[in-house]
Structures are given as structure tokens and as C-alpha cells.
């Protein structure tokens, strides 16, 4: 084992970065200059401390590891806690690679208030990598909600005409979901006596009370995801939100409300989940079916690409609460896939926005004539998102609907038809964009990539690509936490599917 505080260098080096960017004084261009490269090196650092925590996981064990407890309020009891174990791993990975994607993105993009811009990234950061290692629920709730700051400044800064409208309706919804949340772990912390997440995952308090504070944390976690009906704050943040932030939006802030529900509700609370999974099924076949035939009218190629991580995310919620092995792990999977490629469709619709300054699809067509490289790519990305096996979006709705089978065939049925709609809205995007008439002489003079943009967009292609070939590489450090995780809920009264019982 290390003998240093990994998690925490990686969780607080790009506060220290954002510190020291704030810090410096200087010409307006010569501090714009410097705060790039300074934010690029930091989140750099912290990707390599993630990949080195890659290395040194061991992913024989389901326990948590790199663990570091020391106290923190001591008259209360709470500690500073962290850990991480395959279910939060391979977010914390995400976080750090996402990161400097955004910062390189950004690089051009953003051109008043860089400084400001790249501190407000390297916050984001800190927050994000904190929410997945936190072992203590005041800290984790800390971690969670601080997330809400700096992006609420990127939207209202730095993002489109109703900027202000959408970063206000952002930072109130899920703000709202979270004074419940909060309530919930102060009376947790009354009942029990103490905020460490490991004892309460291990000791669940009695059933009755269980359902009133599965109801506190989904009202968060269901904001945060988001889930139908509380979705509507999503397609107008990403809207708005520059390039960078809805990259970060889709690719980790929507993956918190999952983690939620894997961390709290369902080791916390696993009565109230097994009482509660009709009404996730109900909300996640309707999030499936309903957003998928309103991105099929969309003519806004962001809206478009935001009512898809809707879907998406219902696919999540549906994996998890199946309560079975091939339902969690696609869960798991699903989101670290579609955090990779909706971050880099919206990476694509930033591609053509630069040179356009339009996201209506109706503006595009033909560009596959002047924009080849950009078709490939954009291409890779699309038939992620529809599933094409070979792809890393196959393996997390496969293993999903295998799950959703073990339950129910009238469920997974249902959810399948998200599949052919996803098909269908993301194939009319793609034929309307890359193949549509050749109208528009603006569209038609738009030089491809240039080498950041290319370099970016292979970044991204290159893992969603070799995770559809060889998801092994997960899913062998994410199964035995997970496994662990169903046999504890199991435990508390969720009976195995039948098809994974043993014969008598």
C-alpha cells in the first residue's frame, strides 16, 4: 500500500491550482495566458495521480482502499473520511480525465475572464473528485452541494443569452432536492449517532423509517440525475451553458445523483428500495420513452443531445434498482459510457457552434464534404450513443436490459423501445448535419478540425471504442463491490431474481 494521502492530494491540487491562479496579477493577456497553462498542468497532475491510483487498485477486493480517516468536527464525531472502492473508482478517474478535455476546450472559447473561468473549472474539480471519495455523509454532503457554485458561475458567466434564467433554475432545483437530503442525514446522525457512510451502509436503520429517508435522499439524487419529472432544468442549462460546462454537466454532475442512489439508498435504505422499485421502474420506463420521442422534434442540436442524457439515464436508474448483478454493473457502466460520449457530442456540437454560431440543425447539411474527419468522428460518438456493439454504450444498455429481463420481460420490453427510438433521433441528428442538403454556403465553408479539436475528440473516441472491445478492464475492478453491495441488500430482503437462484 502508499504511504501518502493520495485522495486527498488528487481531491485538493486543483483547489491549490485555482488558489495560485487567482493569486497571480498582471497585463489582462499575459494572466489570460498564464491561467490556461496553469489550469492545464493542474488537472494534468491530477489525472496522473488518478491513473496511478488505477494502478494500485486492487481489483481482487470489494473493500474500500487508500483509505484516510482522521477527525475533523471531534465534539461531533465526524470525521474526515476517504475512500474508494470499484463503484467509485472509476468515476474519480473521470473526473480527472474530463477535466483537462474541458480546459483544452476552453482554450480559445473562452476569451473574457479566463482566470476566473479556469479557477471556477479547478473548484469544479475539487468538488467532483470529493464527492466520490467522501466516506462521511456531512462531507460527502459538503462535496455535493459545493459542486453547485462554480457551476452555477459557469452557466451565468459565461454561457448564452439566458444564462442567468438557466443558472438560476439549475442552482434552484437541485438545491430544493438537496435541503431534503440534508434534513435526512441530520436525522440519521440523531438515530444513530454517527455520519461514518460505512457503518451506517452497514447497520440500516429500522423499516418504517427507512421509507421517509429513501423519499428525502431520492428527492436529491432524482433532481440530480435528472429523472423525469424533474428533469426540465437540463435541457436549459446545456443550452446556455459554454461548450466546456456542458461537457462536465453531462460527463460527471448528471453520474452524482446514480452514485447517490448506489452509495445511500441502496445500502441505507434496502427495504425502502425493494418498497420503492415499481415507482423507479414506472419513472425510469417513462424517462426512456417520453424524452426520447421529444428529442425526435428537437431542432436544437444541444437540446437534442441533453433529452438523450435524460434517456440514458433512465436506462441507469432502471439497472440499479433490479437489485441484480448484470442491472448494477450495467448501471455503473452505463454511466462512465455515456459520460464519455455525451461529453463529446457536446464537444461536436461546440466544433460547428464555433464556426456557425448557430446550434439549430436546420443551419447544417452536407458538411461531410468539407468536414470529413469531423464526420468520422461525430459518427463514433453517435453510434455509441445508440448502442452499436463495439462501443462502449453496447455493454452498459446490454447488460441493463439483461438485467430488467431478470425482473420483468413487460419492463425490459418497454425499455428496449428506447433503444430503436434512440436510433432513430440520433440517426435523423447525423443524416440531417453530415448528409442534409447542401444549402446553407456558411456550412458549406467551414474548415474541419483543426489539431486541438482533433486531438480532443480522438481522446474521447479512443476509450469508448477499446471499453466496447474489452469492458473487462471495469468490470473486473467494479464487480466485487458491487457484488458485495447486492449481497448486502440482499440480506435485508430483496430476493434474487430467479433466474439467479440456485436450483434446489
Not at 487508500?66 to 461531533?76: D, G, I, K, M, T
Not at 420521442?293 to 444541444?302: C, E, G, I, R, S
Not at 467551414?446 to 486541438?452: E, Q, S, T, Y
Request: with cysteine.
Amino acid at each position: 500500500m502508499i504511504d501518502f494521502p493520495l485522495l486527498s492530494l488528487m481531491t485538493f491540487l486543483p483547489l491549490a491550482g485555482a488558489l495560485l491562479l487567482l493569486a497571480v496579477r498582471g497585463n489582462e493577456e499575459a494572466v489570460a495566458r498564464n491561467a490556461r497553462y496553469t489550469a492545464l498542468y493542474a488537472s494534468l497532475l491530477t489525472l496522473a495521480l488518478a491513473v496511478f491510483m488505477l494502478v494500485k487498485f486492487d481489483s481482487s477486493s470489494a473493500d474500500f482502499q487508500f483509505v484516510e480517516n482522521s477527525a475533523w468536527l471531534r465534539p461531533l464525531g465526524i470525521n474526515y473520511h476517504l475512500g474508494v472502492d470499484g463503484i467509485s473508482l472509476f468515476f474519480v478517474l473521470l473526473s480527472a480525465f474530463l477535466t483537462p478535455v474541458c480546459i483544452l476546450s476552453a482554450w480559445t472559447a473562452i476569451g473574457t475572464r479566463v482566470r476566473e473561468f479556469m479557477a471556477a473549472f479547478l473548484i469544479l474539480e475539487t468538488f467532483m473528485i470529493g464527492t466520490f471519495c467522501a466516506l462521511d455523509s456531512v462531507l460527502f454532503y459538503v462535496f455535493f452541494e459545493g459542486v453547485l457554485l462554480p457551476m452555477f458561475l459557469i452557466i451565468g458567466i459565461w454561457g448564452g443569452k439566458r444564462r442567468v434564467y438557466s443558472a438560476y433554475k439549475f442552482f434552484l432545483y437541485t438545491l430544493a432536492g438537496s435541503v431534503l437530503m440534508l434534513l435526512a442525514l441530520l436525522f440519521l446522525y440523531a438515530q444513530t449517532g454517527t455520519t461514518d457512510i460505512p457503518t451506517l451502509m452497514a447497520h440500516p436503520v429500522a423499516e418504517n423509517i427507512q421509507i421517509w429517508l429513501w423519499l428525502a435522499f431520492f428527492a436529491s439524487f432524482a433532481v440530480k440525475m435528472p429523472m423525469w419529472p424533474v428533469h426540465t432544468w437540463l435541457p436549459d442549462a446545456h443550452v446556455e451553458a459554454p461548450t466546456a460546462g456542458s461537457v462536465i454537466l453531462a460527463g460527471v454532475l448528471l453520474k452524482m445523483g446514480g452514485y447517490g442512489f448506489l452509495r445511500f439508498s441502496l445500502p441505507m435504505f434496502p427495504d425502502a428500495s425493494l418498497y420503492f422499485q415499481p415507482l423507479m421502474y414506472g419513472l425510469s420506463i417513462i424517462a426512456i420513452i417520453y424524452t426520447s420521442l421529444v428529442a425526435l422534434v428537437q431542432t436544437d442540436m444541444k437540446k437534442l443531445i441533453a433529452y438523450s442524457s435524460v434517456a440514458h439515464m433512465g436506462f441507469v436508474t432502471l439497472g440499479i434498482f433490479t437489485i441484480t448483478t448484470q442491472g448494477i454493473e450495467g448501471s455503473i457502466f452505463q454511466m462512465l459510457s455515456h459520460g464519455l460520449i455525451s461529453g463529446a457530442l457536446f464537444l461536436c456540437v461546440g466544433v460547428v457552434y464555433d464556426r456557425l454560431h448557430t446550434r439549430e440543425i436546420a443551419r447544417y447539411g452536407g458538411i461531410v464534404e468539407n468536414m470529413p474527419r469531423y464526420a468520422t468522428l461525430f459518427m463514433i460518438f453517435m453510434l455509441g450513443s445508440v448502442g452499436l456493439p463495439g462501443t462502449s454504450g453496447f455493454v452498459g444498455e446490454f447488460l441493463t436490459l439483461l438485467g430488467a429481463f431478470q425482473v420483468n420481460t413487460g419492463i425490459a420490453a418497454l425499455a428496449a423501445t428506447g433503444v430503436v427510438l434512440g436510433a432513430a433521433y440520433m440517426l435523423l441528428l447525423y443524416r440531417r448535419v453530415i448528409f442534409g442538403p447542401r444549402e446553407n454556403a456558411d456550412a458549406l465553408a467551414m474548415p474541419d478540425l483543426n489539431g486541438r479539436e482533433l486531438f480532443l475528440l480522438v481522446l474521447l473516441a479512443a476509450p469508448v471504442l477499446y471499453l466496447g472491445v474489452f469492458p473487462s478492464s471495469v468490470m473486473s475492478r467494479i464487480s466485487p463491490a458491487a457484488e458485495r453491495l447486492l449481497n448486502h441488500v440482499r440480506e435485508h430482503g430483496a430476493p434474487a431474481p430467479a433466474s439467479e437462484r440456485a436450483a434446489p
